[in-house]
């Protein structure tokens, strides 16, 4: 699996945006993009995946560059509740090798 | 979707013993793995459980420290054999149930493992 860069932290408004970079820039092209957060003991929790387009759900967007050398995960109005560790993760065997993850902090 | 049911959910446990962990899928599903997260840190893959034949083990886990069984589809166990304090971590179960590799991944809770 192709290897991840996050940024360790980041800070958040209520009610902003929260935009989570994410560096893969040796993903292979039959390889996925996915992101997961972690609440404070609790079981990873799925957020998104794509794999060259962007992608949007419910809870968020995944924006991945052209190249797919990286992408952002978009909370589009960040509550207290998206506090948590995001993790970025490429793929393609089922297996999710976790990497440092970005801790949100998102503050009133 | 998969509901995942993850047993014990914590435990303390004495140096020298060992813990079978039992995870409990409400669905069929091909691709089962276990996770540890040690404290403060993040998720380190252990093994896939492989049904109907012996785990596939990542670098640095070993089966005789790390049994892992898997009898059918929907259930697994992972056993920490003579425990020491550095095997205080949280152990996770987790399942992709499509049939694709392109399906997202369902987390147990976790087991919260403490080694005195």
């Known amino acids: 699996d192709a290897k991840t860069t996050q940024p360790p932290s980041m800070d958040c408004a209520e009610g902003r945006a929260a935009n989570l970079p994410c560096n893969h820039s040796t993903i292979s092209g039959n390889e996925y993009v996915y992101w997961y957060r972690q609440i404070h003991s609790q079981g990873p929790q799925y957020i998104i995946h794509g794999l060259k387009n962007n992608e949007t759900n419910e809870m968020a967007s995944l924006i991945i560059t052209e190249d797919r050398k990286s992408s952002t995960l978009i909370l589009p109005h960040a509550t207290l509740r998206d506090t948590a560790v995001y993790y970025c993760i490429v793929t393609d065997a089922g297996k999710s090798t976790f990497g440092d993850g970005t801790t949100l902090t998102v503050k009133p | 979707s998969a509901v995942i049911s993850q047993k014990p959910s914590r435990d303390i446990c004495q140096r020298g013993t060992s813990l079978t962990i039992q995870c409990q899928v409400d669905s069929q599903v091909t691709m089962m793995f276990w996770y540890r997260q040690q404290p403060g840190q993040s998720l380190t893959l252990i093994a896939t459980?492989?049904?109907?034949?012996?785990?596939?083990?990542e670098s640095g886990f070993v089966i005789d420290k790390f049994p892992i069984s898997r009898p059918n589809l929907t259930f697994s166990t992972l056993t920490v054999s003579n425990m020491s304090p550095e095997d205080s971590s949280i152990y996770l179960c987790s399942v992709q149930p499509g049939w694709a590799m392109n399906t997202e991944a369902f987390f147990g809770q976790g087991t919260r493992l403490t080694v005195v």
């Open positions: 459980a492989n049904q109907g034949s012996e785990a596939t083990y």
